[in-house]
């Protein structure tokens, strides 16, 4: 390793091999029962330890504190760990190419790694495009999002409810992301899925970015590593695509001098193309019982009269406009828009529902729906606190809105665009 180019080439390869290695770790172990609590947590908190480490001490950031997950992948922290991670990429990655000494070591421990964010994006594509088919991810509009106006939805939601108003749209996507994610599973077809993830990532990555979906980080990893993955084979896809010439990619070959490299080969390979896939696909089915809710009820409320027994003055200034039920949720809207939310915890006969307004409370509210019209006039009563309401109201469901009655037409005659 005297010569500095060649010192330099193989430093770049450790490096990166050496960062998606610290980026994706302690995958796949989490699929693992139990290890998750008796190992990987430890390894994301001694990474974030790290991370804060540097925030506080290198970049003097004193009031730095590490927040739990919520949902965002765009935190301060997260943009902290991509300088933590490279930190100790390149601390690590002299040493580390002087273990292994050779030529061949380095180029071995690249494509080992390169072999490990195969499987990390194609595992997490397969997840992705699995939660597409069911609810989750991209929910259909919800009764309150159709009573939302565009200009009072954040960018992300306006995205979200896009993508999700089309089961068909989202099918596509499911199965472009599961074909990518089972295609890069697999060495003979490791470049076909690399550059298919290329282009279902950088649409990914690109909606993040568009619509301010706090994601943009972990995308771009996805992406960046759909890119490394095909990367090697450069020079063979260009001389297909763009020279029309022949030419031939020869997968690695793995050949074991001992039966028990060869029984570890193959159970490590049944675990990470067979039991996560299959693992990742039950979760996702057995979820759904916490985002579906039969509710006979569902429908906005609009209220057309309303009072507070005994309370009239009162009545004025808390007057609900609507009221909300879907799934398991009881949301209030008064005059000033300010929303409160319930949980529904039972629904009885005849119209009889049990809420609460948070998990402590012992005794839960009833609010009793009556039909006076047919299916579009009803009568709500309900006692919160020691306030008991009595509202007429209509009632409109999803089919009465015109995104929802619209549906898809093969003749339209004249764009209907409104």
């Excluded at 804060?52 to 997950?69: A, C, N």
């Excluded at 760990?81 to 071995?108: C, D, E, G, H, T």
């Excluded at 979200?160 to 295609?183: D, T």
């Excluded at 047919?374 to 009632?395: A, M, P, S």
Aim: glycine fraction near 6%; hydrophobic fraction near 45%; charge should be positive.
């Amino acid at each position: 390793m005297k010569n500095p180019k060649y010192f330099l080439s193989f430093y770049f390869k450790i490096f990166l091999g050496l960062y998606i290695l610290i980026y994706c770790f302690p995958f796949p172990l989490d699929n693992i029962p139990y290890v998750y609590a008796y190992f990987s947590k430890y390894v994301y908190a001694l990474k974030s330890e790290f991370t804060l480490f540097i925030g506080r001490k290198l970049l003097g950031m004193s009031d730095l504190v590490h927040s739990p997950t919520n949902g965002s992948g765009d935190t301060i922290m997260h943009y902290l760990a991509l300088i933590s991670y490279s930190i100790i990429a390149i601390s690590m990655s002299v040493p580390v190419l002087f273990f292994l000494k050779n030529k061949q070591r380095a180029n071995s421990f690249y494509a080992m790694m390169l072999i490990y964010a195969r499987y990390f994006v194609g595992l997490t594509l397969i997840s992705y495009g699995v939660i597409k088919f069911l609810e989750g991810q991209f929910p259909s509009p919800s009764l309150l999002t159709l009573e939302t106006t565009y200009g009072e939805s954040s960018p992300m939601g306006l995205a979200w409810r896009f993508l999700g108003y089309s089961n068909i749209y989202k099918g596509f996507m499911g199965v472009s992301e599961v074909l990518a994610g089972f295609l890069l599973l697999f060495r003979r077809t490791a470049i076909l899925g690399s550059l298919i993830s290329i282009a279902v990532c950088t649409n990914i990555f690109l909606v993040n970015l568009s619509f301010d979906v706090p994601v943009k980080l972990f995308s771009g990893h996805l992406l960046l590593f759909s890119i490394f993955i095909a990367a090697p084979s450069i020079k063979y896809l260009i001389r297909f695509f763009l020279l029309h010439q022949r030419t031939l990619i020869r997968p690695s070959v793995y050949r074991f001098d001992k039966k028990w490299k060869r029984v570890s080969y193959y159970s490590v390979k049944i675990f990470l193309v067979g039991l996560i896939p299959l693992g990742l696909i039950v979760g996702h089915v057995n979820s759904q019982s916490f985002y579906i809710y039969i509710n006979e009820w569902e429908g906005v409320y609009q209220v057309d009269s309303f009072e507070i027994e005994g309370k009239p003055d009162l009545a004025f200034t808390a007057k609900w406009n609507k009221v909300l039920i879907q799934g398991k949720t009881i949301i209030t809207i008064n005059n000033a828009k300010t929303r409160n939310y319930y949980t529904i915890e039972n629904i009885w006969n005849e119209g009889e529902i049990n809420f609460v307004e948070d998990n402590e409370q012992e005794d839960p509210f009833t609010l009793r729906i009556t039909p006076i019209d047919g299916e579009k006039t009803y009568r709500l009563e309900t006692k919160i606190g020691d306030n008991v309401y009595q509202l007429e109201t209509t009632r409109k469901i999803k089919e009465d809105y015109l995104l929802i009655k619209r549906g898809f037409n093969w003749v339209n005659e004249r764009p209907f665009n409104r």
